[in-house]
């Protein structure tokens, strides 16, 4: 069966009731407790030194599933007084608590450790606080992350737009210029025409300046030798 005591740990004001710590299964045929008004801190440190050898014999034959490591009673108030941002409270704790040992001389640590399912309590509390802190955190990344790709989704249907309009642009340009480049093909046998026929007519011109020219000279020669 499992024997569990019950502490109290002095506070600023009032004695702190403790939550109750199952030791371990100790047998009744070696179990004893000292009569009388004993030192508790005795007893209990009786009561674990009977409780590791039990913890002993039953590794030989038992192995345990997981490594449990317990806390101690004021690391466990302080841990506590610390999470719930009781800092006042965790001062005076800390100060009556010295006080206390130094006065009786006595080390309370011995009067045992927290039970391991307080311990996982407080872990699991702490990793689901810091989960979903975390889970806070991912839903606003994944919130901006939406509104920038919804952001991003305009910005590309505008410039998809603008880019096929550009294209239908320069399609036509280039639907145009074709038809120019055709337009002037035609044109070209005329130009050819037109170009033989002005040089044609320079020619003329030349000559016709040359005749007039031998005339002019002709007619003033005959002028000079007239009597």
């Not at 952001?151 to 096929?164: G, I, N, V």
């Amino acid at each position: 069966r499992k024997h569990v005591f019950w502490g109290e740990v002095c506070h600023w004001r009032r004695p702190l009731r403790l939550f109750p710590v199952a030791l371990c299964s100790i047998p009744d045929d070696n179990f004893s407790i000292p009569e009388g008004e004993e030192d508790l801190a005795k007893a209990i440190h009786m009561v674990q030194e009977q409780a590791t050898d039990v913890q002993i014999l039953e590794q030989k034959t038992v192995l345990p599933s997981r490594q449990v490591v317990h806390e101690a009673i004021e690391d466990f108030l302080c841990n506590f007084l610390i999470r719930m941002g009781m800092t006042r409270t965790l001062n005076c704790f800390q100060a009556e608590w010295y006080e206390l040992i130094q006065k009786r001389g006595t080390d309370f640590r011995g009067l045992g450790n927290v039970p391991d399912v307080y311990s996982q309590v407080m872990h699991l509390e702490s990793e689901n606080k810091n989960l979903k802190k975390d889970l806070k955190h991912f839903k606003q990344a994944a919130e901006k992350a939406r509104e920038e790709l919804l952001k991003t989704q305009k910005e590309r249907d505008f410039h998809r737009m603008h880019h096929k309009r550009i294209m239908q642009e320069k399609n036509k340009l280039i639907a145009d210029l074709k038809g120019l480049k055709l337009h002037y093909a035609s044109y070209e046998p005329t130009i050819r025409v037109l170009h033989e026929k002005h040089h044609a007519l320079l020619k003329e011109k030349m000559l016709t300046s040359l005749e007039k020219d031998r005339a002019v000279g002709k007619v003033r020669k005959e002028t000079v030798n007239l009597p």
